[in-house]
């Protein structure tokens, strides 16, 4: 979805690195969402924003941190990459208030990030 | 946590041809979208469809809420629909949604 944007697209860093990934969206919506994807699997919440004050852990949070900077913004790091966070990355947002789709999602490109 | 499986894993069809998917969820959704990922890795939006059903040109899905089950339909299938599709659902005070493993969708000329 063109409203919803990632930087980098592809990624290649070496283990021990720091990284950042960055999400925009220009929808307006409140929440926001980051996922992974490993090959040949679907998408699994590493963290999740209702607000900029709201941050909370998905179900694979160890090794990740976040940073809700402003309501259009989310970044993910990983601080000390390992190559099993070798993963498609998506960011996600959606308007617990749209009439007739509560939390639909809309998913940016995605960022392919391969730890060496 | 609810759980969501999708069936057929796999499906290889010639160009033309029409397919059903399947996803079947294991509690009451409050949330079930289809997605189509294509081969650059993308996400794309099918149908936001928690209850009733809903057609989008070629494409059309059905939820039957009561019974934990969701179908896409595609219809005169051709070679741009090649990908993976996945059903993804949530539960009422979820906040994630839970992706099932996807049905992999080939379209031979």
């Known amino acids: 979805d063109a409203d919803v944007t990632q930087t980098p697209r592809n990624r290649i860093t070496k283990t021990g690195k720091r990284i950042m990934l960055e999400c925009s969206q220009t929808k307006g919506h409140d929440r926001m969402y980051w996922y992974r994807q490993d090959p040949g699997l679907g998408l699994r919440l590493i963290y999740y924003s209702f607000d900029v004050k709201d941050i909370n852990k998905g179900e694979i949070s160890d090794g990740y941190s976040v940073s809700r900077q402003a309501q259009a913004k989310f970044s993910l790091s990983l601080e000390s990459a390992i190559p099993n966070q070798t993963a498609l990355y998506f960011c996600?947002?959606?308007?617990?208030?749209?009439?007739?789709?509560?939390?639909?999602?809309?998913f940016g490109p995605g960022t392919r990030l391969t730890v060496l | 946590g609810i759980q969501v499986e999708q069936s057929p894993p796999d499906l290889i069809l010639q160009e033309g041809a029409n397919s059903t998917l399947r996803c079947n969820f294991s509690d009451s959704v409050n949330n079930l979208q289809w997605f189509h990922q294509n081969p650059w890795g993308q996400l794309i939006n099918l149908f936001y469809?928690?209850?009733g059903t809903k057609q989008n040109g070629r494409l059309s899905a059905t939820t039957v809420a009561t019974e934990r089950y969701s179908l896409l339909y595609i219809s005169s299938s051709q070679t741009t629909d090649s990908g993976v599709y996945f059903c993804?659902?949530?539960?009422?005070?979820?906040?994630?949604?839970?992706f099932g493993q996807g049905t992999r969708l080939t379209i031979n000329p």
């Open positions: 993804a659902s949530s539960i009422q005070g979820a906040q994630k949604l839970v």
């Open positions: 996600a947002t959606s308007d617990p208030r749209a009439a007739g789709s509560y939390n639909e999602q809309f």
């Open positions: 469809i928690p209850s």
